[in-house]
Structures are given as C-alpha cells and as structure tokens.
C-alpha cells in the first residue's frame, strides 16, 4: 500500500504525523524530502511525504523498512536499521542556518572568532561508517559503533555521530588552511533536560605545509608562532598544570617534534580561549540584562583528554555557576589522517564543541527540547541583530511522573543490565535479541511520547535471589513545554509505552 500527502506543516505536525505512521503500520519505505521554505515563516514548509506501508507488526526500530530516501537520497536499509522516521525528520529542520535561532546566533558567534576560516554549514548528516568511524581511526570494537549508541540505516551507513566524520574529506579538498564546519549530529542516549538524539556540534582545524614553511626558509614551529602572535591576546585566568605533551599519558606523534607539537598547541589553546572568552562576555551581557549576576571573574582550565584521532588530545573546562563545565575537545590532528587524505605535509590541530550546551548557558535555556520548539514564546526571545538577553521562561507547564517495572527476558538478565553494551559482532541482532540496553528503553520512550517526556530515569534495580531474574523500574516524567498535559493523554501515553517495551525488548510488565 502507498499513501501520498501532499501537505504543508509546521515541524511538529511532521513529528507527530511520522510518530503516528510508524506506530500505525510499518512503513517499508518514508520519503523525507528537502524543505521549501515559506519566506514569510521559516518554520513552515511545503513538502510532499510519501509514506509505503506494508503490513508487518515490526516497529522502525526493527528492521521491516526496505528502503529509505531522505531528501532524494535513497539508501537500503538491513537488520542493521535502528533509525526511527522521526530522528530522519529532524534533518529538515536545519537550526544552526535558522534565522535568529539562538544555536545559529551561537553558531555565528564562535565563527567570527575564526576569521579566514571556511565555514561548512550544509554536509549532509548520512555518512559512511569509513567516514564515521575508521577514517578516525576508531578500533573495529570501539564502543560508539554499537547499535545501541548509534543510529544505522545499513551495516555501512549510519547518522553521524559527531562532525568529526567530515574531517578526512575536508582535509582532502584542501581548500584552505583552516575550516569550520556545523551540522546536527546524533546519538541514541539518555532523556533528560540535556540530552537529545539531536544535537549540533562544531568542528573546527587550522592545518599548516611542512613544505611552505621550508620553501621559505624557516621552520614549521617559527611559521605556526608567528601565527600564535597574531591570535587577540586576553587576560583571563587559564590554568594549564600539564606539559604540552607526556609519554605515557599523551604522547607526541613520531611524525611531529617537541617544538612543533608546543608550537600547534599553543596556537590551538590560544584560539580556543579567545573563543570562550568572546563566548562568556557575552554570556555576562545576557545574565546582567536578566538581572543581578555574580560578578566572578572567568576561570578555565586545560585537561588531557583521549580521542583516537588527535594526539596529544586535550578538554577545555570553564568554571561556570559552581562547577567545572567541559567545552570541546581538542588535539594535534593524526597525522596518518592527513596522509591517508592525500595531505601528508599538512600538520595541525582540530577541536570539536557541543553547540547547545554553550547555547543553554548564554541565554539560560533550561531544557535542551526548547531548541526544537516552533512556538513564537520562544522564537521570539531571539535576535542576531539585538544584544544578547537571557531566556525567560514563558511558562512552566506541571510534570507528571508514571513509573513502569518489568521483568528482563531471562536471558537477558544473565548477559547484564541496565547499560550493559551488546557485544559488536557482524550479524546485528534484533532489538529484543540482544542483551538489554537502557537505550532502547529511551528510544521507546522518544518514539511513543515525543517531545513530552522530559526525563527517564532508572529509579530500582533488583535481581530475584531465588530465580535470578532481573526487574528494573524506570520513571517516567511528562512534561510540556508548551502545555498542560491532560491526565487522559498522559495515561494513554504511558500505557502504549508498556505495550511497547512488551513487544519490543520482550520484558513481562510487573
Ligand atoms: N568528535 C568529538 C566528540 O564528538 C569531539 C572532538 C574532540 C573533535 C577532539 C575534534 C577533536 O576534532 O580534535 O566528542
């Protein structure tokens, strides 16, 4: 059976319309096309959806789709397919190149830190595996290849995970010496107030020619200085305890000497803390316009860190409202990166930051669903030509809790619990053949209740001592942000949640 609508919407009609066909039938195959804007509203398009349904009981997190075209992109989908029509949806919404969104006001802010930078701002979200994964140099086991972290569509095609999946190609085309590149990224991860399956980051390198710099006569570490010069000096408080790099702990590349690895550090760090700096003066502006705000002055620190594609590798942190808040990541680029990428003379750093999260703290935005809202309460707080103003909540709608407990299949109770990780093999089992994974249980929860679940969270765990059954019992917190949630609703919801975690991950409701 195939069903064509012709229709215009706003985005939540489109989550709620593709929520409602993958619970109705199971679509074999959704056409998500690329969005015409309506000049006059942004957040209306015209599209046409084409929607196949065959008759199978199997949910998208299954795998009875045969097919999926995303915006005239046909891909086949296998057992490997664990991306429900609504995470697929959301590529059309596009928040980062929004007018006056606050992640595209953040957006633009950082890039005009990085003058001369090529930004990057529409690189389609499909990616290979090879991009993904093994261009990184992530090992076959790595943990962020399991289908319960990621969203595949084939065994070789997933969602991005990060923007980092777009740095072999970038350094490829070679087109300039530093790049900046935004796009929405996407995790299957846990529901609370600051994660969502949708998020957006930004990547950022700066790269330099071992060739250019001996042509000139001079060394790459005298080039790159020279260019460390030219970065606006500041005074903020920046502890950095560790050495520029550490045998054991985080060690220099065979390919790269101390000099140059102190060098592209120290251009590296300096460019990020100017970038925190622009960022947390602006944030300053926006909590004195809202109000009184402790006048503290602003603290960050540089910690190692590990990433398979860049060593040394490090963490910027900031010290923000009582606690140290993780920024980006960072580090001198492999270099067997740049090689395999046909720039083996090519030599520096790159960095990747979540933009919601620098969002959420400018504007103290206090739910990272609020990003994906179309309602004018929220949009309209926002203005790139304005200064910066805190957020101010338009309402707080009530929560509901609803707690559900099941019994885990017997097998799965033996091969672990909440967060145990299914081991990788090359046959993908099915959702309810592999070992039990919180993930799943959020999934279910994102596919059946959408934007009204604020929160999920494990609150009693308990093996039975004489069957050694595993229960779990997970609370579920309902909340709008845009309503009241009748009693009705939130009890129809949670009940089709029980049905669903019954069906899919095979659990006996207690
Ligand atoms: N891709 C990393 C992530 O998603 C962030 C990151 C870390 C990007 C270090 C980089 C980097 O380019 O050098 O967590």
């Known amino acids: 059976m195939t069903i064509s609508f012709d229709l215009t919407f706003d985005n939540g009609i489109r989550h709620a319309l593709c929520t409602a066909l993958s619970g109705a039938c199971s679509a074999s195959a959704i056409f998500v096309p690329a969005r015409f804007f309506d000049s006059s509203n942004p957040f209306l398009g015209s599209c046409f959806l084409l929607v196949e349904c065959k008759p199978s009981s199997k949910h998208a997190l299954g795998h009875a789709q045969k097919e999926v075209t995303v915006e005239g992109r046909t891909y086949k989908t296998d057992e490997w397919m664990n991306t429900p029509p609504t995470i697929l949806s959301s590529i059309a919404r596009r928040l980062h190149v929004q007018p006056d969104h606050p992640l595209n006001i953040t957006r633009q802010l ?36 399991s289908r319960t972290d990621t969203y595949y569509l084939n065994k070789e095609t997933v969602l991005r995970t990060h923007t980092s999946a777009h740095q072999a190609d970038t350094f490829r085309a070679n087109e300039t010496e530093g790049y900046l590149i935004t796009a929405d990224v996407f995790r299957r991860d846990a529901i609370d107030r600051s994660h969502y399956p949708v998020f957006h980051q930004m990547e950022g390198s700066r790269t330099w020619d071992r060739k250019t710099a001996e042509k000139d006569g001079k060394t790459l570490a005298q080039v790159i200085w020279d260019d460390v010069a030219k970065i606006p000096k500041h005074d903020i408080n920046v502890e950095d305890p560790n050495p520029p790099h550490h045998a054991a702990r985080n060690p220099l590349q065979d390919t790269h000497t101390a000099d140059e690895v102190e060098a592209i550090a120290a251009h590296l760090k300096r460019s990020l803390e100017d970038v925190v700096v622009a960022i947390f003066s602006a944030a300053k502006t926006a909590s004195d316009a809202g109000g009184p705000s402790a006048d503290e002055p602003l603290q960050v620190r540089w910690v190692e860190a590990y990433f398979p594609f860049t060593s040394p590798s490090w963490e910027l942190e900031v010290f923000w409202q009582g606690d140290w808040l993780e920024v980006l990541g960072c580090g001198v680029v492999q270099q067997s990166i740049l090689t395999n990428a046909g720039v083996p003379d090519r030599v520096g750093w790159a960095f990747g930051l979540g933009l919601e999260r620098i969002a959420m703290l400018l504007y103290s935005i206090p739910d990272i669903r609020l990003f994906w809202s179309t309602d004018a309460r929220f949009l309209s707080q926002f203005s790139a030509a304005s200064p910066m103003k805190r957020f101010v909540p338009f309402s707080k709608y009530p929560a509901c809790f609803k707690d559900v407990s099941f019994w885990l299949k017997t097998s799965s109770s033996a091969a672990g619990g909440a967060g145990h990780v299914a081991p990788l093999t090359s046959a993908a089992p099915t959702i309810a053949g592999h070992a039990f994974h919180e993930n799943d249980v959020m999934e279910i929860a994102r596919e ?60 006996e409701l207690r």
Do not use: A, M
């Open 110 to 145: 950082i890039q005009s830190r990085f003058p001369g930078y090529k930004t990057h701002n529409e690189l389609f979200p499909i990616v290979s595996t090879h991009q993904n994964f093994d261009s990184l140099g992530f090992p076959p086991d790595h943990i962020g290849r």
């Open 448 to 507: 059946v209740c959408g934007e009204v679940v604020e929160d999920v969270r494990l609150v009693d765990e308990f093996v039975h001592p004489k069957t050694g059954r595993k229960s779990l019992c997970y609370r579920i917190n309902y909340r709008s942000l845009e309503r009241t949630l009748t009693n009705e609703e939130t009890n129809g919801l949670h009940e089709r949640l029980r049905r669903q975690l019954v069906e899919e991950l095979g659990v």
